[in-house]
């Protein structure tokens, strides 16, 4: 079991910079592929960033790269998103999700939502112009 806690929820205009933070509870947080999602009012969930569990490999939905970067330090059980230069169609829920794989993964597999059985509660991130 893990229970997933997200903060850094703002109100930040276009241009600006939010960190996002994801504090997980339960053993083996390392062994964990660690998630962050995105939904906007009236739209389905999607993926923004992804992280590996055992070689840190990153993954990024396109619209991000370049701006966002997740990160984690395991000896914290903590995933973090840096958020730079957001853009008012950044405004969204954001969710920390976490799930275990069996075998390599790659971003088809950590960009899926429903491969995801634990949710944090969501934080707003919301961009103004």
């Known amino acids: 079991q893990v229970q997933l806690v997200e903060s850094g929820e703002g109100l930040v205009q276009a241009g600006g910079s939010l960190r996002l933070s994801c504090a997980a509870s339960g053993r083996s947080f390392s062994s964990y592929v660690m998630a962050w999602f995105r939904q906007a009012p009236g739209k389905e969930r999607e993926f923004v960033a992804g992280i590996s569990s055992s070689d840190g490999l990153t993954y990024y939905e396109d619209s991000v790269k370049g701006r966002f970067t997740i990160s984690r330090d395991n000896a914290k059980n903590t995933v973090n998103l840096q958020m730079n230069g957001l853009k008012p169609e950044d405004t969204a829920v954001y969710y920390c999700?976490?799930?275990?794989?069996?075998?390599?993964?790659?971003?088809?597999?950590?960009?899926?939502?429903?491969?995801?059985?634990?949710w944090g509660q969501g934080t707003q991130v919301t961009v103004s112009s």
């Open positions: 999700a976490a799930s275990r794989f069996i075998g390599s993964v790659d971003y088809k597999i950590v960009a899926a939502a429903p491969n995801y059985g634990y």
